[in-house]
T-cell receptor
């Protein structure tokens, strides 16, 4: 069964600093991996997804993530944080077996300090 | 504009009452999903449906029921058997074929009076 672990339920960075949100997954078959963002009291919006093409995936709002099979990781980064990046971020994994079910991590709340 | 709508935005339930959350999509997606979100627990799958008139239990289906009579609609009923219904409920949809993105609605917050 798939699982996702997001290291750090809260991350705080200064405006302009590097953002690094960690995600490790467990899957018995090649995974599809997703990062979603959620602003307060809203639904989730896709930031980016990995579907076995390029290992470095670029998403919206300047975010990118790198798939590292040897480390079973899919960490999310952004070179320079902006105040508008403050939100909750979820990593999710799916695979090619059965129905397309996403398994979500517990989320990381990102705070940006001015 | 295509998208997913959920109503109401806030819903209050009295003890022993069943309540129904609405989810409608005009994306022409075959698959639809219901998730429950609690603080610090991420999203947990309640039910999902890949085609009209068919649905499957997710990880936390007890105390909930669904129907899928139309492709566009996937209502969720929170029954009186659900003893801890206070949560944020999210509906999503996706193309069944392949491993496409799930698109989410804005959510319904359910509170118990």
């Amino acid at each position: 069964a798939q699982s996702v672990t997001q290291l750090g339920s809260h991350v705080s960075v200064s405006e302009g600093a590097l953002v690094l949100l960690r995600c490790n997954y467990s899957s018995s078959v090649p995974p599809y991996l997703f990062w979603y963002v959620q602003y307060p009291n809203q639904g989730l919006q896709l930031l980016l997804k990995y579907t076995s093409a390029a290992t470095l995936v670029k998403g919206i709002n300047g975010f990118e993530a790198e798939f590292k099979k040897s480390e079973t990781s899919f960490h999310l980064t952004k070179p320079s944080a902006h105040m508008s990046d403050a939100a909750e971020y979820f990593c999710a994994v799916s695979d090619l077996q059965g129905a397309q079910k996403l398994v979500f991590g517990q989320g990381t709340r990102l705070t940006i300090n001015p | 504009d295509g998208g997913i709508t959920q109503s109401p935005k806030y819903l209050f339930r009295k003890e022993g009452q069943n309540v129904t959350l609405s989810c409608e999509q005009n994306l022409n997606h075959d698959a639809m999903y219901w998730y429950r979100q609690d603080p610090g627990q991420g999203l947990r799958l309640i039910y999902y449906s890949q085609i009209v008139n068919d649905f499957q239990k997710g990880d936390i289906a007890e105390g909930y029921s669904v129907s899928r009579e139309k492709k566009e609609s996937f209502p969720l009923t929170v029954t009186s058997a659900q003893k801890n219904p206070t949560a944020f409920y999210l509906c999503a949809s996706s193309i069944v074929q392949g491993w496409e993105t799930q698109y989410f609605g804005p959510g319904t917050r359910l509170l118990v009076l």
